[in-house]
């Protein structure tokens, strides 16, 4: 489903009707900022009277229905419909700036045990980032097109509706004791997905290109790694020494913190390099690091992830109204 937007549209009209939106700030950039309100949402609009620019941003499932649990496409339309006639503008026609598309889905244990087993591939060069504040609860990776979310949706609701919003979402499928995540990708620049071209608004709707928003939603899942369920321990006594030993509950540990097992081997290296020149050498440094790669090298993850959300996501956009 599509939530946040932020569009930009070049309109025949001087300004957006004055008894639709109110007023909010004149700035000396020439821009003036308006909100457009339904309920208790709002949506941001902007406007520049010298260059007869419109810009619009916000979630427009929070705007139209409050919540961002489920939203259709018919939905979206007939949110957008609504903007169009309240600023007297045709959004549809709009250059999309940013958006975020994306699914919910239950799953059998908490959305925090699977965010915390979730890292990126090394090969996709993502930033990660997460707040304290959240517990382990929301999580995203971040390049220069898009960020990629994971949250604990059900909890978003409990700390975001009111008692009788969550009402209304039971009916929807909602429960309070549910397990349910969201994965989301944020496109910072919406062009990636065609080939540097802009795109419209209508786009976003249209079924062909929802196709695309679907496959490229799953497909930038598989830039992420969940963690291996677990590590396998030997069934040789050669190859359960003392420091191998060692090595799969190091390994093990980095997997129940969401982390590679391969952390665990670069930790070792860090602290090695930690060591003073006058107490190991560069010779004895590279001596030691190379005996804990041939241990860790060794150690086999089991094959299959339990943390594995691929097809979950799938289900969830085979779903997809």
């Not at 419909?81 to 007297?88: D, Y």
């Not at 958006?99 to 990660?128: C, R």
Request: positive net charge.
């Amino acid at each position: 489903m599509i939530d946040y937007i932020s569009v930009t549209l070049y309109p025949d009209e001087k300004k957006p009707p004055q008894e639709s939106v109110q007023w909010n700030a004149d700035y000396s950039s020439g821009w003036s900022e308006y909100y457009l309100s339904r309920y208790d949402k709002r949506l941001r609009v902007r406007y520049h009277p010298n260059f007869k620019i419109l810009r619009l941003d916000g979630s427009i499932p929070l705007f139209w229905q409050g919540h961002n649990f489920t939203f259709s496409n018919k939905e979206f339309s007939d949110a957008i419909n609504f903007i169009n006639g309240s600023l007297k503008v045709d959004l549809w026609k709009a250059c999309v700036d940013a958006f975020e598309f994306g699914v919910i889905f239950e799953t059998e244990m908490k959305p925090k045990t699977y965010i915390l087993h979730h890292a990126a591939k090394t090969q996709e060069k993502l930033k990660q980032n997460e707040k304290a504040k959240d517990n382990g609860n929301f999580r995203w990776w971040s390049d220069k097109n898009v960020s990629l979310k994971m949250y604990d949706a059900g909890k978003n609701v409990l700390m975001k509706q009111s008692l009788s919003k969550r009402k209304i979402l039971q009916v929807l499928g909602w429960k309070e004791k549910g397990n349910f995540l969201k994965w989301e990708v944020h496109y910072n620049r919406p062009e990636c997905l065609n080939r540097g071209v802009s795109l419209k608004l209508s786009d976003l709707v249209d079924p062909s290109w929802q196709e695309i928003l679907k496959e490229d939603l799953y497909v930038q899942y598989q830039r992420l790694i969940p963690a291996k369920n677990a590590i396998i321990t030997p069934d040789n006594k050669k190859d359960l020494s003392t420091a191998k030993i060692l090595a799969l509950e190091l390994s093990e540990e980095a997997i129940s913190q969401g982390h590679p097992a391969a952390s665990a081997k670069k930790k070792l290296y860090a602290r090695i390099n930690d060591i003073p020149d006058e107490i190991l050498t560069k010779q004895d440094k590279d001596a030691r690091k190379r005996q804990i790669r041939e241990i860790f090298d060794r150690i086999q993850e089991a094959p299959d992830s339990k943390w594995d959300l691929s097809r979950k996501i799938q289900e969830a956009l085979d779903a997809c109204e």
